[in-house]
């Protein structure tokens, strides 16, 4: 039951968060809609773009930085299950940032406090091995040179990812 009612406080404060973990170049936008909360995931919709995104179960950088993976779709950017990575640390200039999902590794790029695949087709293969897992981590080297890592649980990823795709069906190219 604490579970439960932990689980449900974050997801009401996740509700009202999507400005700050709103993926890369997102505004604040009035039209911004819940579509809905899947366990640890929830999904958005506005006038440009839909995204699943979580917080992580445990951040390096505590709760001073809201740290974030989200899943984005912008189609009149022509992009599709884009990853962001905000992440709870700032990155050490040049610093190797990796995901790791199940057995699956993958290098980010990566400035300050953000993080992305390299490329369209590791956004494809990253939101695959999401698919499959049940958590994912995210390390770094900090400024300073102490590793950090952010870890994220999977549970609800895959249905969050495809609603906020649906969501966007209806977007268009605006």
Do not use: K, N
């Amino acid at each position: 039951m604490r579970q439960v009612a932990r689980i449900g406080a974050m997801m009401l404060g996740l509700a009202a968060w999507p400005t700050s973990a709103a993926p890369i170049g997102a505004q604040r936008d009035p039209t911004s809609q819940t579509v809905g909360v899947y366990r640890g995931w929830a999904a958005f919709r506005d006038a440009r773009r839909c995204y699943a995104i979580a917080r992580p179960v445990v951040a390096a950088g505590g709760w001073r930085t809201p740290a974030a993976a989200s899943i984005a779709t912008w189609p009149a950017r022509g992009l599709r299950s884009s990853l962001h990575i905000r992440l709870s640390r700032l990155a050490a200039p040049g610093a190797v940032i990796t995901l790791t999902a199940g057995e699956r590794r993958f290098q980010l790029i990566g400035r300050g406090h953000d993080a992305w695949a390299t490329d369209s087709a590791s956004d494809r293969a990253l939101v695959a091995a999401l698919r499959l897992e049940r958590s994912m981590s995210v390390e770094w080297v900090g400024v300073g040179g102490r590793p950090f890592a952010d870890t994220y649980a999977l549970a609800g990823a895959a249905t969050a990812i495809d609603a906020a795709a649906l969501a966007c069906l209806g977007l268009g190219g605006r």
